[in-house]
């Protein structure tokens, strides 16, 4: 009686053995299958993200890729379709919403092409960032994590997703809601399927693309143009777009908008001199005539060589020359040629 006593508490203690490891390898199996969805968001690469200076459409194509690739299902769906349908998130209150954590009172929507999923995020003042899924209005919502988008550019990084972030954030939108309405300030600019007056991104001529240095009055400086970016003397990377001519036509942007187009320059092209300037400006601009750049061949050592011109004011005034390499700007520093058009000129 006694040995079977010990054999049915012995076959018991197995019995709760294996249910253990049973529900353990299930947890690890979900753990698995959450984590190997990351591998098949998008090809990898060894391309790398940064979270210095991140423009706003970076930020969000940032973390829509880390939730896509660290918790799977609706996330990855959504980061999947945005890469077709672009991505877009949409900035309400975060009232309209029941969140375990209401960041700083906005909560930002991600959404492929604008069909909200559920997928919502808010920010701290720590800049960490609070993430949700499933989230529907009246029903509390739990966040899944929250993490700092160091972190989030880590994971990504390590993950070899990096490109994603790059191909998402080139057609993100984010769209103030706040309101309950779209803005007026931004309504001329619906017809063109663009936010905040953007109708298209302006191309930089091939031959401007690259990095120029000049050691004009004394001060080294440099400006690095991509395909359609310019990073500018302040160290910051800012976008180029055709800007809808009715966009500030009427009231001054408002403040979210101004923040939601930070990093957004408007370009256009003007011939004048004799030289093909592309005029850049800040995006919500309304005075002044921002910077103008022109590639131009100056004699130089008894060599034809390329330099950018820059110009300022409504007359394009010559404010510096640039070279391709700065042992050649220091050489050239404050050096004026007598086929460009300077201040003095008009005196």
Known sequence: MKTQSISKLMIAGLAL????????????????SSSSSSSLLV??????VSTDNLSPQQAVSLIATYAGNKYGNDWASMAKKAQKQGLQVNLY??????????GQGVAYDV?????????????????TVNIYQNVKEGKLSHKLATISKQDMASYVNRQGQAKQVGDLAKNAQVIDKQSGSQSSSTSSSTTTGHQYGRQGVVTVPAEMQG????????????????????????????????QDPNFLAGDTPSTSVQNATRYWSSAHFVDVHGLHFLNIR??????????????????????????????????????????????LAKQQADKKFDDLHYMEDDN
């Open 17 to 32: 053995l294996l249910a253990g490891c049973g529900s353990q390898q299930a947890s690890q199996v979900k753990d698995s």
């Open 43 to 48: 090809a990898k690469s060894n391309e790398k």
């Open 93 to 102: 209150p975060t009232s309209k919403y029941k969140l375990s954590d209401n």
């Open 111 to 127: 959404t492929a092409g604008g069909k909200s999923t559920g997928l919502v995020y808010t920010i701290n003042k720590d800049n």
């Open 211 to 242: 990095t120029w240095y000049s050691s004009d009055y004394g001060s080294n400086s440099k400006i690095t143009f991509g395909k359609n970016t310019i990073v500018g003397e302040d160290g910051q990377q800012y976008h180029l777009y055709k």
């Open 282 to 327: 800040g995006w919500c601009q309304t005075a002044g005539d921002g910077s103008s750049y022109a590639i131009h061949t100056e004699t130089v050592n008894g060599k034809q060589v390329k330099v950018l011109v820059v110009a300022e004011g409504a007359e394009y005034w010559t404010s510096g020359v640039y070279y391709q390499n700065p042992q």
